[in-house]
């Protein structure tokens, strides 16, 4: 069982940046894959990010690359996502999720977060 909660979101102008964190209880938390998923109003819950289980694979959707980085810490039970240039589009709820990775494709999500909310301004 992996419990997660997402914090770091807020509100942030255009060509802002924010860190989204995700903190994972439990002890299985090293073997999963993390990913990043969003949801804007009216939308469909889409693919951001994701990083493999021991950090050394990251895999981003076109909409972010270049933009967002992810990385963990398998002792702290920590996942980031630093958000860098910042558009208006980005707006939506952020959720951290514990699941997998095959041929460096997410594949399954096991575990969800709440969320946490990023509101970018224009």
């Known amino acids: 069982q992996v419990q997660l909660v997402e914090s770091g979101g807020g509100l942030v102008q255009a060509g802002g940046s924010l860190r989204l964190s995700c903190a994972a209880s439990g002890r299985t938390f090293r073997n999963y894959a993390m990913g990043w998923f969003r949801q804007a109003p009216g939308k469909e819950r889409e693919f951001v990010a994701a990083?493999?289980?021991?950090?050394?694979?990251?895999v981003y959707a076109g909409s972010v690359k270049g933009r967002f980085t992810t990385s963990r810490d398998n002792y702290k039970n920590t996942v980031n996502l630093q958000m860098n240039s910042l558009k208006p589009e980005d707006t939506a709820v952020y959720y951290c999720?514990?699941?997998?990775?095959?041929?460096?494709?997410?594949?399954?999500?096991?575990?969800w977060g709440q969320g946490t909310q990023v509101t970018v301004s224009s």
């Open positions: 999720a514990a699941g997998h990775l095959r041929n460096s494709v997410w594949y399954r999500e096991d575990y």
């Open positions: 990083i493999s289980w021991s950090g050394d694979r990251n």
